[in-house]
């Protein structure tokens, strides 16, 4: 298994943080923290106290009469402590609805403002909508055989057909969402060789929560920043920030090179709205992986340098928005950073990240061909292949929604408007025209 240089205040470090999310309290004394490393490393533990029954028929009774010491010997890790919910702790202890109530969380987890209003037909009109898609996606999946990993019943979909595409395109019903990504990623996974299997990746889960990492300070900061707004992630160090935590530590120890950043987050974040945490986590690594995440996140960020050249190169360059930029003196890497790293999270509205999210699920495997006569390969060819170009799609119809405003915007408002968060109010126009630029690129390339 991979593993991380770490010295040993970082050691102790990791392990107080790592207690802290396994009582769901804050509050970890010096004596835990050494018991847990003792307990961990397998060594003998002296703890002062009363002698336990147990304890009093193999070591016998004190000669003296005095206070007695149990001697706690490990064979392996002890499991960790149980939080006890509390009444407001639902969904097994995930959710926290402390001072709120059902009609204040929308269909996603998250928290409305009390002054947002919904219109009631145009709710029922989308609910039918979406029945009907699912009924199109139950005629295309097709059940496969489960494995030790449990999660219940698993799809797979035909992930060249025509059809698929095109319904992706027009949205994943949320009742097929978590179920759709797993098999497009597992689709990938099973055409190379070295991809780990499903079952590796648990094991490896579960390892690395008994593994200290250098970076857990760093991620138990940003956990509480990560989604306040979500029913899940609202209470400290219990429900989905210990989740989230768990996932972003075993991430950082799975891809030493990299470790922790803060980009991570929010991704693991989406994902435990949609899977537990083990699945979670085998989803980032094929995210990584199999999606090109690896090389945007690489020590340095070349790739993600590299990703957003060919946006401006490919997608941006000729037109007059990329040249009035230019005038403006600004490149991609002033606005684009966090869009490529977090998957478009934090800059436009959820249910347009989720849309996005489901094609480049499906179309965003950089080996896949692009489709018929289409050349991936040659002078200028991208290191990510075609596997970035439904992000680039989503730059671009982005851009082009803000094209007005950026034609006449000195520099300090056109960086406001590129770094600041989208208000999408028509989810279906922005994908049709992000869907439109795809279509563009790939007729380009088949002409090269």
Known sequence: MPSRVISADED??????????EKGDENVTDSEVARALAVENGV??????????ATSRFSGAS??????KSIVSSVGPEPAPSIKKEPNELAGGIEYWHNIKAGDVDRYGFI??????SNDAARRAARKREWRREDKWTKMARPTKS???????????DTKSSKLIERTWKGIPDRWRSTAWYAFLEASAKKRSDSPTVEELIDAYNEYQLISSPDDVQIDIDVPRTITSHIMFRRRYRGGQRLLFRVLHAMSLYFPDTGYVQGMAALAATLLAYYDEEHAFIMLVRLWQLRGLEQLYRSGFEGLMEALADFERGWLEGGEVSMKLNELGIPPTAYGTRWYLTLFNYSIPFPAQLRVWDVFMLLGDAEDPAGPGVKTEGPGASAFGKGLDVLH???AALIDGMREIILESDFENAMKVLTSWVPIKDVELFMRVAKAEWKVHRRKKALV
């Open 63 to 68: 000669v003296s009469g005095t206070e007695t």
């Open 393 to 395: 799609a989503t730059s």
């Open 12 to 21: 102790m470090l990791s392990r107080r943080v790592r207690l802290m999310y």
């Open 147 to 157: 494995s030790r990993a449990g999660g219940g019943m698993t799809f797979e979909f």
């Open 44 to 53: 003998l533990w002296e703890e002062a106290g009363q002698t336990s029954e």
């Open 112 to 117: 409305r403002s009390p002054t947002s209003n």
